[in-house]
């Protein structure tokens, strides 16, 4: 039972260092997605944010979880959902890798959306 509590409280750290890391701007109304075809091997994913994988915050994220992201290089989503609908209010992404829990989504490209 502590195990999941400490999990939470290091879950919960790692993503308020998430938030410290990117500055504050107004919040932009959801962006449409242009198509499907952007994302034709993975999947589509609305990230809070998409990071490089050597970032501090998915670093400490990773390891507060016991995910190794030793042979993983490039952008990793952050607290990501399947892309079900037809807009993202934050980031989307193609990812093709695999998701640990919507947490972290590795192998993922950030995807044009139409304003």
């Known amino acids: 039972m ?3 509590l400490a999990l939470f409280v290091l879950s919960a750290f790692a993503l308020g260092v998430v938030a410290a890391d990117e500055p504050a701007a107004a919040p932009a109304p959801p962006a449409p997605v242009t198509n ?7 999947t589509l994913h609305c990230c809070n944010s998409a990071q490089d994988v050597k970032s501090s915050a998915v670093q400490t994220l990773a390891h507060s979880l016991g995910v190794d992201l030793g042979g993983v290089t490039g952008i990793v989503g ?30 993922c490209s950030p995807i044009n959306v139409s304003l």
């Not at 499907?36 to 993975?42: D, F, L, T």
């Not at 980031?91 to 695999?98: A, E, K, M, S, Y």
């Open 36 to 42: 499907n075809s952007q994302c034709n091997v993975g």
């Open 78 to 107: 952050l607290t990501c959902n399947v892309l079900g609908g037809s807009s993202c209010s934050a980031q989307p992404v193609c990812c093709t890798g695999n998701s640990f829990g919507g947490l972290i989504v590795v192998g």
């Open 2 to 4: 502590y195990s999941k």
